[in-house]
């Protein structure tokens, strides 16, 4: 199993970025996915999710309205656009799935795959 993400670098802020996390060895549909960032030095913060059993995108508060999660299943991968992109959105993201549902903010989630970090920088 593999989850190789990519789409990260560097934007100045108000720019745009679209985040992909290809999946290997399992099928996307049968897992709820969730996407985090951890900034240096900070604690690691679920920035979306999208719910396998009905399919409903949430959000941190910080970048509702801003970012979007996807997924394809044809293409069996994951997406995290994220619009308007601000200085404090720089962190490395990471992209995770799990067989749980109704998993936003949920206590004791254990997520089964994670993908390696890519990283987003916005500076000007």
């Known amino acids: 199993v593999q989850l190789q993400a990519s789409g990260g670098g560097l934007v100045q802020p108000g720019g745009s970025l679209r985040l992909s996390c290809a999946a290997s060895g399992l099928t996307l549909k049968d897992y709820t996915i969730g996407w985090f960032r951890q900034a240096s030095g900070q604690e690691r913060e679920e920035v979306a999710l999208i719910d396998t059993s009905n399919e409903r995108a949430y959000y941190l508060y910080l970048v509702e309205g801003r970012f979007t999660i996807s997924r394809d299943i044809a293409k069996n991968t994951t997406y995290l656009q994220m619009n308007n992109l601000k200085p404090e959105d720089s962190a490395d993201y990471f992209c995770?799935?799990?067989?749980?549902?109704?998993?936003?903010?949920?206590?004791?989630?254990?997520?089964?795959?994670w993908g390696q970090g890519t990283q987003v920088t916005v500076s000007s």
């Open positions: 995770a799935v799990t067989r749980s549902v109704h998993a936003w903010k949920a206590p004791h989630v254990v997520y089964d795959y």
